[in-house]
């Protein structure tokens, strides 16, 4: 393959094409700038991840356009949740939201957002590594890309950072992750079934490890239809704090959860493709903008500290972010406006959530909670709401108002606000 050439100049450049990145350069391009999307890796790649998208996944993909690119990847009415000898059914909530969510293998996902930004006027360099940047009055002036013919400078406007959970270049940018309130660590498999075609996800809420013993995680199946390759994505992922670090071993534990699952989800031999990552949760990062740069995504902590879901906020993260350069008019300083707009959007949520996973790492917590909940449907229902994040500003229910008052209250003691 040919080196990328690498332009000198970009009114706009976005660092990292995953879901964050490739969503900011299609919004970018369609609204009439000079994009040049850059990844390290050359496409299509994986990315360790559980493949769920949620309603509100959903319905980002369909603003952005992609919305028939869904129409043969598995409809998921809502979730099947075990635990404790107990299982619930439980519907998407109906809502602003679509009413399904879906499953589709992160190398194509990623793909097709990619190329959606490239037919939109993006211009892409794949394998070549932000690195560096060169500062002038406070302003990012170029930014240094590492390829295999050497070193290169971009001189760039405006910088949209979507380098995903270690961000390089944002803590080459004052970036800072900090793990005194909850994170995630998971780790997924891919498994041939009889039942890839089940219009359900599948969450375990009680974890045993290979010996029986309760572990402080959760274990899922996402079924990813015959469009993908009839393939179970199974995982599990544990809920962590500095202060409660997780300690489990994730491969015997996501063997021994596999091996579990196999006679109801009709699985066909050993799980195969099994990595491991970290996950940045709930804003728990300082230092997400700067004058002319912007954090989305992981490198934001944009992940839902309930259920470690993190593609439907790097698309929002990505359309907002360059909601926000469109408006520079106002001020061309995007320092304390992407900060506030990312408070704005998600601050009461993640704060809240984060609390409340934060409770889950004590010991006894989850089987306290989850055996007498899981017999209730009503309850679950509220559960998988919230879990979900899918209420909205406009809800005026009960759970909608409680959330939001928890929200308030658990921010007044935070004490280190999100995205602070
Ligand atoms: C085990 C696991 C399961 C998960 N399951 C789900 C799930 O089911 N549903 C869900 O919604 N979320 C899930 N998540 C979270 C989700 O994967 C992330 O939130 C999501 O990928 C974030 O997208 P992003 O665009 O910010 O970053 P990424 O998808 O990580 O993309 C970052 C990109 O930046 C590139 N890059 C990095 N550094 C540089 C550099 N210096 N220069 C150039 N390019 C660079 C990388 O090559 C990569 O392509 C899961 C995460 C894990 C770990």
Same mark, same amino acid.
């Given at each position: 393959?040919p080196p990328p050439r690498i332009p000198q100049r970009a009114e706009v450049l976005v660092v990292g094409a995953g879901p964050?990145?490739?969503?900011?350069?299609?919004?970018?391009?369609?609204?009439?700038?000079?994009?040049?999307?850059?990844?390290?890796?050359?496409?299509?790649?994986?990315?360790?991840?559980?493949?769920?998208?949620?309603?509100?996944?959903?319905?980002?993909?369909?603003?952005?356009?992609?919305?028939?690119?869904?129409?043969?990847?598995?409809?998921?009415?809502?979730?099947?949740?075990?635990?404790?000898?107990?299982?619930?059914?439980?519907?998407?909530?109906?809502?602003?939201?679509?009413?399904?969510?879906?499953?589709?293998?992160?190398?194509e996902l990623d793909e097709e957002i990619r190329a959606l930004a490239v037919a939109r006027g993006a211009h892409m360099v794949?394998?070549?590594?932000?690195?560096?940047?060169?500062?002038?009055?406070?302003?990012?002036?170029?930014?240094?890309?590492?390829?295999?013919?050497?070193?290169?400078?971009?001189?760039?406007?405006?910088?949209?950072?979507?380098?995903?959970?270690?961000?390089?270049?944002?803590?080459?940018?004052?970036?800072?992750?900090?793990?005194?309130t909850a994170y995630g660590v998971a780790a997924r498999a891919y498994v041939r079934s009889g039942r890839a075609d089940d219009?359900?996800?599948?969450?375990? =809420?009680?974890?045993? +490890?290979? %010996?029986? &013993? *309760?572990?402080? $995680?959760?274990?899922? /199946?996402?079924? !990813?239809?015959?469009?993908?390759?009839?393939?179970?994505?199974?995982?599990?992922?544990?809920?962590?704090?500095?202060?409660?670090?997780?300690?489990?071993?994730?491969?015997?534990?996501?063997?021994?959860?596999?091996?579990?699952?196999?006679?109801?989800?009709?699985?066909?031999?050993?799980?195969?493709?099994?990595?491991?990552?970290?996950?940045?949760?709930?804003?728990?990062?300082?230092?997400?903008?700067?004058?002319?740069?912007?954090?989305?995504?992981?490198?934001?902590?944009?992940?839902?500290? =309930?259920?470690?879901? +993190?593609? %439907?906020? &790097? *698309?929002?993260? $990505?359309?907002?972010? /360059?909601?926000? !350069?469109?408006?520079?008019?106002?001020?061309?300083?995007?320092?304390?406006?992407?900060?506030?707009?990312?408070?704005?959007?998600?601050?009461?949520?993640?704060?809240?959530?984060?609390?409340?996973?934060?409770?889950?790492?004590?010991?006894?917590?989850?089987?306290?909670?989850?055996?007498?909940?899981?017999?209730?449907?009503?309850?679950?229902?509220?559960?998988?709401?919230?879990?979900?994040?899918?209420?909205?500003?406009?809800?005026?229910?009960?759970?909608?108002?409680?959330?939001?008052?928890?929200?308030?209250?658990?921010?007044?003691?935070?004490?280190?606000?999100?995205?602070?």
């Amino acid at each position: 393959m040919p080196p990328p050439r690498i332009p000198q100049r970009a009114e706009v450049l976005v660092v990292g094409a995953g879901p964050g990145g490739s969503a900011a350069a299609a919004h970018a391009a369609t609204a009439g700038h000079d994009v040049v999307l850059l990844d390290a890796a050359t496409f299509p790649r994986d990315k360790t991840c559980g493949d769920g998208l949620t309603p509100r996944a959903v319905a980002e993909l369909d603003h952005l356009g992609l919305g028939r690119f869904l129409d043969d990847r598995p409809r998921l009415d809502g979730l099947t949740l075990h635990g404790w000898g107990a299982s619930q059914q439980i519907r998407w909530p109906s809502g602003r939201f679509p009413s399904f969510g879906s499953a589709v293998s992160r190398v194509e996902l990623d793909e097709e957002i990619r190329a959606l930004a490239v037919a939109r006027g993006a211009h892409m360099v794949q394998g070549a590594k932000a690195v560096d940047v060169t500062m002038r009055d406070g302003r990012i002036a170029d930014v240094v890309v590492d390829t295999a013919e050497g070193a290169r400078t971009i001189a760039v406007r405006d910088v949209i950072v979507a380098d995903g959970v270690r961000s390089g270049l944002g803590k080459a940018l004052g970036r800072e992750w900090h793990r005194d309130t909850a994170y995630g660590v998971a780790a997924r498999a891919y498994v041939r079934s009889g039942r890839a075609d089940d219009n359900w996800m599948g969450s375990h =809420l009680e974890l045993r +490890g290979p %010996d029986g &013993a *309760l572990l402080p $995680g959760y274990g899922w /199946v996402f079924p !990813l239809g015959g469009a993908g390759d009839n393939l179970l994505n199974v995982g599990v992922g544990a809920l962590a704090t500095a202060k409660r670090p997780a300690h489990m071993a994730l491969r015997p534990v996501l063997e021994h959860y596999a091996h579990m699952v196999g006679e109801e989800w009709a699985i066909e031999g050993p799980p195969q493709r099994l990595t491991s990552a970290l996950l940045p949760m709930g804003g728990a990062v300082s230092g997400v903008a700067g004058p002319n740069w912007m954090l989305i995504g992981d490198a934001a902590a944009l992940v839902n500290p =309930l259920n470690g879901e +993190g593609i %439907d906020y &790097a *698309l929002e993260a $990505g359309r907002l972010a /360059v909601e926000l !350069l469109d408006d520079t008019a106002r001020s061309p300083d995007h320092t304390t406006r992407w900060r506030d707009v990312l408070i704005g959007q998600y601050g009461l949520a993640f704060s809240a959530a984060r609390r409340l996973a934060g409770l889950l790492t004590v010991p006894q917590a989850v089987p306290t909670l989850g055996r007498p909940g899981i017999r209730s449907a009503h309850l679950m229902s509220m559960v998988v709401r919230v879990m979900g994040n899918l209420i909205t500003p406009d809800d005026a229910d009960l759970v909608a108002r409680a959330w939001r008052t928890a929200g308030r209250l658990s921010s007044q003691i935070d004490q280190r606000p999100p995205f602070r």
